[in-house]
């Protein structure tokens, strides 16, 4: 589970860093990254829409990507704030795909 600092809470940000962020552009996922030079936690949000599927296909996708973004936490520059938005195909995609597609993204944009 990410700790409170290391989450996004607010509809605001999450529109900020979608709006303005850098894209990565995945099989199963987007993610938008926008970096500072605060010296602040990392900070994670996820959009996972109804498409994506039932509400419990939906909790599932979003755990496993905070799973991901816990490991690789270290790795990320402090002051980022990432979204990831699961796309409908992230439902039936293995936690591995999940993680590398991730894992990518955040190394070639978020990297410390």
Known sequence: MLARPNRLTR?????????R??????????TYVTT??????????FIVS??????????TVRRRLKSVCLTALPAVRPG????????????SAPYADLRDEVVRCLERRAAA
């Open 11 to 19: 509809g605001a940000d999450y529109k900020a860093v979608v709006r």
């Open 50 to 59: 109804r498409q994506v599927g039932s509400a419990v296909v939906r909790n």
């Open 36 to 45: 500072t030079d605060d010296q602040r936690p990392t900070r994670f949000g």
């Open 80 to 91: 980022s704030d990432i979204v990831i938005r699961a796309l409908p195909s992230a439902a």
């Open 21 to 30: 962020g850098r894209r990565c552009a995945a099989v199963h996922t987007v």
